[in-house]
């Protein structure tokens, strides 16, 4: 179970959305990370609604092509679907025996090695605005306390994410989610040209993007934006490695 | 209305606030068809520009296409006044579509008077002078992919509202998927694409960059190409996608 002190820290994080530069894509990616480390779970996602009302993955803790597959899936079926549709968190969710309710979810996830899923809704009052997604290679329940605390972390995001900026201007979180999308696809781009570029699997071009954007103090987005638009600005990152003989 | 509509709110479905690409697609091409329409991709952009004044609704609307050095080209509007306000911009070099294009990001002016002292010295008294008081224009993008922009010009000041906001997004939207269709399927009469939702695989994006790299060729050129070949081969963009990004096919430079 979480303790109070780690809860704390992050749920003030999770707050934290009116910096200067605040960044869609890095501040869910970090809250997924949170809920992966925090609450014993080998895998955390989050989606929002685009503006179609489909659910998009926008970030996750494990950035696997077969994860990501995991989540993408759930835009027809799936927990976070059945959580945006009906308000409310899907929790201890046996993937065993989840056959019937999602048949193309189920099977795809128990082969990637997980056994059971929950959904908790990002909401605020009566609106639904995604989901965090946890997976986990057990089967089990989760602790009441900690399927609370992953609530208020998911709760406070949503208050982050949506009220301080309805109260700065209305249309800004819908170009924000926006912009967050298109981020989220250029990632994808980069990510299949530094796969051509240096010969090898996607999962392996993110950890590029990844470690590059890191060591060099730059927005992930930022740099998968440079990769497939302006290539001479990250010259280390697109030069093909040397073949070792 | 307190809350904020993005998406959708579970449980509830309200017509037009939930009007998604599908929907703009189905509207664009019951737009009627003029006899001094083109027969190609820009004549389906001009039934767009006319389906989103009335949408929106607006009083003049363009799409400008940009090129990777920032060549600008007039590509469709909802009237000969909108060409001229158009060109108008490219004339000064300066406005909402090249500022929606450099930054990435829609460029909403709901006052286009204020923005005369401060974003547009050249552009602002210009409109203002052909009776536009409010503007606002939306990138035309794919991820990193820029292709241009569209712009709405407004009579009176004032926002868009939140539904108009997503409207324009929405057609904003569907002028890129057309423009980054294959030319072929704008003969006559534009089409909207079988199955969206399979075009929108993370897959796709991935392809999208490997055939970027593989041909030499710009970002949006490689999801033209990528397309052509699904619909020339009969098969789902996605399926080809996986083939591309498990290396089963390599796209031909001359395809």
């Given at each position: 179970m979480i303790t109070v002190d780690r809860l704390a820290a992050v749920l003030v994080e999770a707050a934290d959305t009116l910096v200067d530069d605040f960044d869609l894509i890095e501040f869910l990616q970090r809250l997924t990370t949170h809920a992966s480390?925090?609450?014993?779970?080998?895998a955390a996602g989050l989606l929002l609604a685009d503006a179609d009302?489909?659910?998009q993955p926008l970030a996750a803790s494990d950035e696997r092509a077969e994860m990501l597959e995991l989540f993408q899936v759930q835009s027809a079926e799936g927990p976070c679907q059945d959580c945006y549709r009906g308000g409310a968190a899907v929790v201890n969710?046996?993937?065993?025996?989840?056959g019937d309710r999602w048949p193309r979810f189920a099977p795809k996830a128990v082969a990637s090695g997980y056994r059971a899923v929950h959904a908790f809704p990002l909401r605020l009052r009566q609106e639904v605005i995604g989901a965090l997604n946890?997976?986990?290679a057990q089967p089990g329940q989760m602790d009441p306390a900690d399927m609370q605390a992953v609530q208020a972390l998911a709760d406070v995001a949503t208050i982050g994410l949506l009220q301080e900026r309805a109260i700065r201007r209305r249309d800004i979180l819908t170009e924000q989610l926006q912009v967050a999308l298109n981020s989220r696809i250029a990632i994808e781009q980069a990510k299949g040209a530094l796969a051509q570029i240096h010969d090898c699997t996607v999962d392996q071009a993110f950890d590029l993007l990844r470690n590059y954007a890191r060591s060099n103090h730059l927005r992930l987005g930022q740099v998968a934006y440079q990769v497939t638009a302006e290539p001479d600005k990250v010259p280390e990152l697109v030069t093909p490695t040397p073949r070792a003989p | 209305m307190d809350c904020l509509l993005i998406g959708g709110v579970s449980g509830k479905r309200d017509t037009l606030s939930d009007r998604g690409h599908g929907d703009i697609w189905s509207l664009v091409a019951e737009e009627p068809l003029r006899s001094s329409d083109r027969e190609d991709v820009g004549g389906w952009l001009e039934r767009l520009c006319r389906a989103a004044v009335r949408t929106l609704p607006a009083s003049g609307l363009g799409v400008s296409l940009m090129s990777a050095t920032g060549e600008p080209t007039v590509m469709a509007a909802?009237?000969?006044d909108s060409v001229v306000l158009e060109e108008l911009q490219f004339t000064l070099g300066e406005g909402p579509c090249q500022d929606a294009f450099a930054t990435r990001r829609p460029v909403l002016t709901p006052d286009v008077r204020e923005a005369a002292a401060t974003q547009w010295p050249g552009y602002a008294p210009a409109v203002l002078e052909l009776g536009v008081e409010a503007?606002?224009?939306?990138?035309l993008q794919l991820g990193s992919a820029r292709l241009g922009a569209l712009d709405i010009y407004r009579e009176h000041t004032g926002s868009l509202s939140d539904e108009s906001f997503r409207h324009a997004q929405a057609f904003a939207a569907v002028a890129t998927e057309s423009l980054l269709?294959?030319?072929?399927?704008?003969?006559?009469?534009?089409?909207?694409?079988?199955?969206?939702?399979?075009?929108?695989?993370?897959?796709?994006?991935?392809?999208?960059?490997?055939?970027?790299?593989?041909?030499?060729?710009?970002?949006?050129?490689?999801?033209?190409r990528l397309r052509a070949y699904a619909y020339a081969n009969g098969r789902p963009v996605a399926e080809v996608a996986e083939d591309i990004v498990a290396r089963r096919l390599v796209l031909e430079s001359d395809s």
């Open positions: 480390e925090l609450f014993d779970v080998d009302g489909r659910l969710a046996d993937l065993l025996n989840a946890l997976f986990s | 909802s009237s000969p503007v606002f224009a939306f990138p269709d294959a030319q072929e399927r704008f003969a006559g009469r534009g089409e909207a694409p079988g199955d969206l939702a399979l075009d929108r695989s993370f897959v796709v994006y991935q392809a999208q960059g490997m055939v970027q790299v593989q041909l030499a060729i710009d970002l949006a050129e490689a999801m033209v």
